[in-house]
């Protein structure tokens, strides 16, 4: 049965490793064994993660990329795959969010959060799956959120996003399992991570968030195994479960009454 144990000695590339789940993932896979490539933006803080690996006996590179910029996908590639690294497992976790009114929200946020949640997905997985299907083996873990299963008004184009990213896993990882490629799309809940500062929403905060190292800890087993979708949390998989029986437009219109900003005090 597959296990954990088949990441060890194999080079894992994650994305989005700056912070929040991209850390935890990275700390996870190397308690596995795997040999990590470490991209994000801020390169003081993948040096200091590197530091903090490499303490601990894992094999660790750095690649300071913003996936922002339609280049950086090659240019991670070409760090990589095409210096000679075979990479066995790619975590395509990196992405972000924005809360508040679309109409009102800055337009090159909303932008922002389809090129880094799914075009640069796109590109770094057509870049890097085909070597994987040539080797007759492959992990792609591709992270969603329940805010895939839904509308979320607040979190339009997010929720959109992370459906898209939902939806993509799902169709290649039933695309690539013939040739020894495992795909799982990880769908976590309200985690205790950067993600609700970056949005600006501050509903969850000093709530019973799932910390990260949870979250990573079931991805990673769930992506070892085969698992084409891991809920970490019970409220979000319960949530997603049951958004099966109820009528779409219901639930959307209750998700904004709960969700719709307060206004300012005078």
Not at 238 to 263: D, H, N, Q, W, Y
Request: glycine share 10%.
């Amino acid at each position: 049965m597959a296990n954990t144990k088949d990441f060890n000695g194999k080079w894992a590339l994650v994305t989005g490793a700056s912070a929040g789940i991209g850390v935890a993932l990275a700390r996870e896979l190397a308690e596995c064994g795997a040999k990590l490539i470490l991209t994000a933006r801020r390169r003081d803080r993948l040096e200091t993660l590197a530091g903090e690996l490499t303490a601990t006996g894992a094999e660790v590179r750095i690649v300071a990329a913003d996936l922002n910029y339609p280049a950086a996908p090659q240019q991670i590639y070409d760090a990589t795959e095409g210096a000679g690294l075979a990479v066995d497992i790619l975590i395509n976790n990196a992405g972000l969010g924005q809360f508040g009114a679309f109409c009102q929200s800055p337009i090159e946020q909303e932008l922002s959060q389809v090129r880094v949640n799914c075009e640069a997905m796109v590109r770094l997985s057509r870049l890097f799956v085909p070597r994987m299907v040539e080797r007759g083996r492959g992990w792609v873990l591709v992270t969603a959120s329940t805010a895939s299963f839904q509308p979320v008004p607040y979190l339009t184009t997010y929720a959109a996003t992370k459906a898209f990213d939902r939806f993509f896993a799902l169709g290649l990882a039933a695309e690539v399992a013939r040739f020894g490629v495992k795909v799982t799309a990880l769908c976590p809940g309200p985690t205790d991570s950067e993600f609700f500062q970056v949005a600006h929403w501050s509903l969850f905060k000093g709530r019973g968030l799932q910390s990260t190292a949870a979250v990573a800890r079931q991805a990673v087993a769930g992506l070892a195994r085969g698992r084409r979708t891991v809920s970490p949390s019970f409220g979000g998989g319960f949530s997603a479960f049951m958004v099966r029986f109820l009528p779409l437009g219901l639930i959307t219109r209750l998700v904004e009454k709960v969700l719709r900003p307060k206004p300012d005090p005078a």
